[in-house]
């Protein structure tokens, strides 16, 4: 049996360029097998034979590996510290900040950091990229059109600012819309740009395994400038930020050295 997962894991490699060897093996094979059974599946084998004759099945492969789970200002204790304290430390060294979430899924962690931004600059100057593995979620948020639940988090009058009620559903305005710009991205396997003086990055990093976390926090760490701050998420704390060259400037704030 394990063999079977071990073929899907090189298969599903060449097919999509995913490594699912950087995540840890229990967690992703327990999500994946409960997946394959629902869909009347015996074996991986199955399920990689029926991904590659259905984009239905591959997309729903995405979306269970991708791990959705997403809402707008979570934990907000820390979007107050990004607002009241690391924005302005950015700001006054730079005017224009460059800021990239990554592995952003439905697009409310971006959002949530142009809304902050907004108590700073105007939505016209914001500027944010906003990058996930799985084209689906990368459309979803370019649609922002979020349930009730995910905007729990939100201050009201953020919500009345920015949000139109459609229903039971809340739709993001579009010049809010209009400051992100969705890509397709591997973080483990493709390059990343430079010069971010943030990176926001949560609740991902708790998927991978530790070999992996430390690749993705050296290239984090190279990707920002000097005096950068790393965002992550509240179960991801960076014991040995030193060995990346950041060092702790909040809880689950990082700063290049």
Same mark, same amino acid.
């Given at each position: 049996?394990?063999?079977?997962?071990?073929?899907?894991?090189?298969?599903?490699?060449?097919?999509?360029?995913? /490594?699912?060897?950087?995540?840890k093996e229990a967690q992703m094979k327990r999500r994946l097998t409960s997946l394959y059974e629902k869909k009347g599946f015996k074996n991986f084998q199955q399920?990689? /034979?029926? =991904?590659? =004759?259905?984009?239905?099945?591959?997309?729903?492969?995405?979306?269970?590996?991708?791990?959705?789970?997403?809402?707008?200002?979570?934990?907000?204790?820390?979007?107050?510290?990004?607002?009241?304290?690391?924005?302005?430390?950015?700001?006054a060294k730079s005017k224009r900040l460059k800021v990239w979430s990554a592995a952003c899924s439905t697009g409310e962690e971006p959002y949530t950091i142009a809304?902050?931004?907004?108590?700073?600059?105007?939505?016209?100057?914001?500027?944010?990229?906003?990058?996930?593995?799985?084209?689906?979620?990368?459309?979803?948020?370019?649609?922002?059109?979020?349930?009730?639940?995910?905007?729990?988090?939100?201050?009201?009058?953020?919500?009345?600012?920015?949000?139109?009620?459609?229903?039971?559903?809340?739709?993001?305005?579009?010049?809010?819309?209009?400051?992100?710009?969705f890509k397709k991205h591997n973080l483990l396997a493709d390059p990343f740009e430079s010069n971010f003086d943030l990176i926001v990055c949560r609740n991902v990093?708790?998927?991978?395994?530790?070999?992996?976390?430390?690749?993705?926090?050296?290239?984090?760490?190279?990707?920002?400038?000097?005096?950068?701050?790393?965002?992550?998420?509240?179960?991801?704390?960076?014991?040995?930020?030193?060995?990346?060259?950041?060092?702790?400037?909040?809880?689950?704030?990082?700063?290049?050295?």
């Open positions: 049996m394990n063999n079977d997962y071990q073929d899907f894991i090189k298969k599903v490699y060449k097919k999509t360029g995913i /490594d699912l060897s950087c995540y399920f990689f /034979d029926a =991904m590659e =004759m259905d984009q239905t099945v591959l997309n729903e492969f995405l979306d269970r590996m991708t791990i959705n789970v997403s809402e707008f200002y979570r934990n907000g204790k820390r979007w107050e510290v990004l607002k009241n304290k690391i924005i302005p430390q950015l700001l809304m902050v931004l907004s108590h700073f600059m105007p939505l016209s100057q914001i500027k944010i990229l906003a990058t996930d593995i799985d084209e689906n979620v990368i459309k979803r948020a370019k649609i922002g059109i979020y349930p009730e639940r995910s905007l729990a988090e939100v201050p009201e009058d953020i919500k009345r600012k920015f949000f139109t009620k459609e229903g039971l559903f809340y739709k993001v305005n579009d010049e809010v819309k209009r400051t992100v710009t990093l708790i998927y991978f395994t530790e070999d992996a976390k430390e690749i993705l926090y050296k290239k984090f760490s190279a990707a920002l400038k000097p005096g950068g701050i790393l965002f992550v998420g509240s179960t991801e704390q960076i014991f040995n930020p030193h060995l990346y060259g950041l060092k702790s400037e909040d809880t689950f704030f990082y700063r290049k050295i």
